[in-house]
């Protein structure tokens, strides 16, 4: 499949580092949490706990929704949707990048073991569709 990050919205993405994850419950309503993220190529990574019900309902359903809104009027947004998985192995450097952008004291000596002491996993999430880019060109 072709990716929808545009050289734009990558631009966007990348200095808007803040969204927030929509996900089912399992009774069909929706959850919301505000997180940080990384750009990777054509995916997003998100560091959670693996107990956290963004964690879960991703290993459960493979799937999620992100909206990204720019810090100024008339607040530039996008919303995305797409497959996502939790990753358990291979997640320290991306996740060091992540801890840098909101507390860097916790982003030094990073392992999957150490990530994997403090219940650490990464979402990755390869969104497929943009359904909503209100004052974006993109």
Do not use: C, Q
């Not at 990384?38 to 959670?48: F, H, N």
């Not at 919303?79 to 320290?92: C, D, K, Q, W, Y």
Request: proline content about 5%.
């Amino acid at each position: 499949m072709t990716s929808i990050i545009s050289d734009a919205l990558r631009a966007f993405l990348e200095a808007n580092e803040v969204g927030v994850v929509g996900v089912k419950r399992k009774n069909g309503s929706v959850h919301m949490s505000t997180v940080f993220h990384l750009l990777d190529g054509d995916r997003l990574y998100i560091t959670t706990e693996s107990k956290r019900l963004k964690a879960r309902s991703v290993a459960r359903d493979g799937w999620m929704s992100y909206n990204v809104r720019g810090p100024e009027r008339p607040y530039p947004s996008v919303s995305l949707e797409g497959p996502a998985r939790v990753l358990r192995e291979g997640i320290a450097e991306r996740s060091r990048l992540i801890y840098l952008r909101f507390a860097p004291h916790l982003a030094e000596n990073l392992t999957d073991e150490v990530l994997a002491d403090r219940d650490r996993v990464l979402i990755e999430f390869a969104p497929e569709r943009l359904y909503a880019h209100p004052y974006l060109e993109l």
